[in-house]
């Protein structure tokens, strides 16, 4: 239907809004104004049935990104060169159409848009059962928690370290990118939930004193040092095992790949586990075999420490994320997890900000703030 | 005691035998004459309390030996320099001294040696517990078995395959070295026995054709045909795919390492395993990062695929030899599993016969024969 249709409808919607569009394949780092080009454009106004039109309130910007841009066939599609960019948001209803999916819709209820369907845009026409309301928080915990610590960042912390990594009390667990959103929350469930010793590796001397203090790390290594050399990494890691008085690392939670990975392969314990999460320091290199990327070439010792490296995705687990949510949110409520966001204003700067997640320039969540929430509306919010 | 003591004796024990010594760390291929020494030395004839003298019968040869020349702490502490090298043997019992573990044994007795001490000699005294008498076998089993099919190499297919890979019904697996001892004997359980449609890679032709003709190979790889280039390689993997009617490979199970895994890791099926039983394409080189060896550069590919590459070191499973062997002697009278060896004559060549393993040089289960059985000797054996 178009909007001057009789159906619900609140607030003032804009003729024209901004988008962001990817109109060509970054090579290597991302480009903005040149890979991610922001542009004035009509906001839709047709709304099909079982669609809702959605106003964009927060951006999540996630590592995963960058592999999307890629012309690689993956775990999803890659996003088409013209294209909205992609991206999850927490959205809110301004139109719902009519149809059964949408009709479990009300104006101005707050969603979360799972949909894939754009994202990087202050509105958006998309399929209502893509979309899922938010459900109720505690007053203490902002909406944007739904795309950090109980998104799919939380998530993605929470099944990689329980069904991959499968961590035992007393084991030691070493996190790269542990002042990240993901990583963050991994050392907090490790070492507050299940007991182990928690080595967290980061860069920079802020993030690292941020490990100690805040996050709970029991010994920290600040990448930064090594300055890429092997062995000076070597005597960082052996340092760490020493002051948690471990042999070695019984799971290695990898967000970084590279460099870091290699040298850890070395330090595995017996049966050791790599829990392959993510590889952020080859992500804006396009040919994986240049001198830029570090290859695991210790593989090898994966034979005689009968150790593994798995990777997995999150979105595997959908259905058992309403139990993890739940579980999160009580863990958060005991003051076993803190997290951090990282909220950054306005659309149109998305691509810098987007850019900063590859050359250490964040700690925690990052997200941006799209819209305001149309003021007046009462949130539909079922129990977490 | 010595041998002019009371025990038990048989036959003549020359008082010079013949044993190769590791006098140097190989750097690169192994040197016959340099690294490994054959020397005319007294025969040991002091035989201790729960000790037992051995002559040799027959040595195995494994891939695995070039690791343990490597001054590098791994599963078995490595070779030392001067040290007879060291192997797995079928020996003889020629002397049983004193004792409640050598009271076991008989002067005649054949035993599995798998002490670790020597085994590239013609005579040794080790302990007697680490030595297990032959179980009875099948008239038309050779004893040679119990060093290939019904040893550590049978055992290294079989607890590799069956308890890291997993294999289903229906699935498609990828073995390389599948010529060999033991990618032969994996191929052969995953086709006859779980049910998958197997492709094997070889080097030349006549390995491939014995592949399709003896093991039963459904498809098979000419690796030497791509000369290392990758697309040339994708092209055949592709193509096997093609040939079994499948998207990917379900499990790799992989002897070589370098190229030939890089590769395959974008090839694998979701939740794809690469079984990591070696690495035999890097075993002569000594640093490996160096251009000699391809890394695993593809390994990010475990992230979207939720696959994994896992170690392990047939040794773990000791307890469960026994009914794994019985097992395999079962499908090779069944027909199930066909084993080929390449047995050799002298000791004195076995460090020649060594570097065949790594040049492609055999097919088969590679063995030297050190010495014939005494003669009249009742052999006694317990039942599989």
């Given at each position: 239907m178009a909007l001057s249709s009789t159906s619900a409808r609140h607030g003032v919607i804009p003729a024209i809004q901004t988008v962001i569009r990817m109109m060509q394949r970054p090579v290597g780092?991302?480009?903005?104004?040149?890979?991610?080009?922001?542009?004035?454009?009509?906001?839709?106004?047709?709304?099909?049935?079982?669609?809702?039109?959605?106003?964009?309130?927060?951006?999540?910007?996630?590592?995963?990104?960058?592999?999307?841009?890629?012309?690689?066939?993956?775990?999803?599609?890659?996003?088409?060169?013209?294209?909205?960019?992609?991206?999850?948001?927490?959205?809110?209803?301004?139109?719902?159409?009519?149809?059964?999916?949408?009709?479990?819709?009300?104006?101005?209820?707050?969603?979360?848009?799972?949909?894939?369907?754009?994202?990087?845009?202050?509105?958006?026409?998309?399929?209502?059962?893509?979309?899922?309301?938010?459900?109720?928080?505690?007053?203490?915990?902002?909406?944007?928690?739904?795309?950090?610590?109980?998104?799919?960042?939380?998530?993605?912390?929470?099944?990689?370290?329980?069904?991959?990594?499968?961590?035992?009390?007393?084991?030691?667990?070493?996190?790269?990118?542990?002042?990240?959103?993901?990583?963050?929350?991994?050392?907090?469930?490790?070492?507050?939930?299940?007991?182990?010793?928690?080595?967290?590796?980061?860069?920079?001397?802020?993030?690292?004193?941020?490990?100690?203090?805040?996050?709970?790390?029991?010994a920290v290594i600040d990448y930064k040092l090594a300055n890429g050399d092997g062995r000076k990494f070597q005597k960082q890691l052996q340092q760490a095992l020493k002051q948690v008085d471990s042999k070695g690392y019984d799971i290695f939670f990898d967000n970084v790949g590279g460099f870091i990975l290699n040298e850890t392969l070395r330090r595995l314990n017996l049966r050791g586990r790599v829990v392959l999460c993510g590889a952020i320091s080859g992500y804006n290199v396009e040919d994986q075999r240049s001198t830029q990327v570090v290859p695991p070439t210790n593989y090898m010792a994966l034979i005689s420490l009968r150790a593994k490296i798995e990777g997995f995705i999150v979105t595997d687990y959908v259905r058992e994320y309403k139990e993890a949510k739940r579980q999160m949110a009580e863990w958060i409520a005991q003051g076993k997890i803190k997290y951090k966001e990282d909220v950054r204003e306005g659309l149109e700067q998305a691509p810098e900000h987007l850019k900063s997640l590859f050359n250490g320039g964040n700690t925690g969540k990052l997200i941006v703030k799209v819209g305001e929430p149309m003021t007046g509306t009462t949130m539909h919010r079922s129990k977490l």
């Amino acid at each position: 239907m178009a909007l001057s249709s009789t159906s619900a409808r609140h607030g003032v919607i804009p003729a024209i809004q901004t988008v962001i569009r990817m109109m060509q394949r970054p090579v290597g780092e991302i480009v903005p104004g040149k890979d991610l080009v922001a542009s004035q454009e009509p906001t839709p106004t047709v709304v099909g049935n079982d669609q809702v039109l959605l106003q964009r309130l927060y951006l999540s910007l996630d590592p995963a990104m960058r592999g999307w841009m890629r012309d690689i066939p993956s775990y999803m599609p890659p996003v088409q060169v013209g294209a909205v960019m992609r991206g999850y948001t927490i959205s809110q209803v301004v139109v719902a159409a009519d149809g059964s999916q949408s009709g479990r819709f009300q104006v101005g209820d707050i969603v979360v848009d799972n949909s894939m369907v754009g994202g990087w845009d202050q509105y958006a026409v998309v399929p209502a059962k893509k979309c899922s309301k938010l459900p109720m928080l505690d007053n203490n915990i902002p909406m944007t928690a739904h795309l950090s610590v109980l998104g799919l960042t939380g998530m993605t912390a929470y099944f990689g370290l329980m069904k991959v990594g499968k961590p035992q009390p007393g084991e030691t667990i070493l996190v790269s990118a542990a002042a990240g959103a993901t990583g963050s929350v991994v050392a907090q469930i490790a070492k507050n939930v299940v007991g182990c010793k928690v080595v967290g590796i980061a860069g920079g001397p802020q993030k690292c004193q941020w490990l100690l203090d805040q996050v709970g790390c029991d010994a920290v290594i600040d990448y930064k040092l090594a300055n890429g050399d092997g062995r000076k990494f070597q005597k960082q890691l052996q340092q760490a095992l020493k002051q948690v008085d471990s042999k070695g690392y019984d799971i290695f939670f990898d967000n970084v790949g590279g460099f870091i990975l290699n040298e850890t392969l070395r330090r595995l314990n017996l049966r050791g586990r790599v829990v392959l999460c993510g590889a952020i320091s080859g992500y804006n290199v396009e040919d994986q075999r240049s001198t830029q990327v570090v290859p695991p070439t210790n593989y090898m010792a994966l034979i005689s420490l009968r150790a593994k490296i798995e990777g997995f995705i999150v979105t595997d687990y959908v259905r058992e994320y309403k139990e993890a949510k739940r579980q999160m949110a009580e863990w958060i409520a005991q003051g076993k997890i803190k997290y951090k966001e990282d909220v950054r204003e306005g659309l149109e700067q998305a691509p810098e900000h987007l850019k900063s997640l590859f050359n250490g320039g964040n700690t925690g969540k990052l997200i941006v703030k799209v819209g305001e929430p149309m003021t007046g509306t009462t949130m539909h919010r079922s129990k977490l």
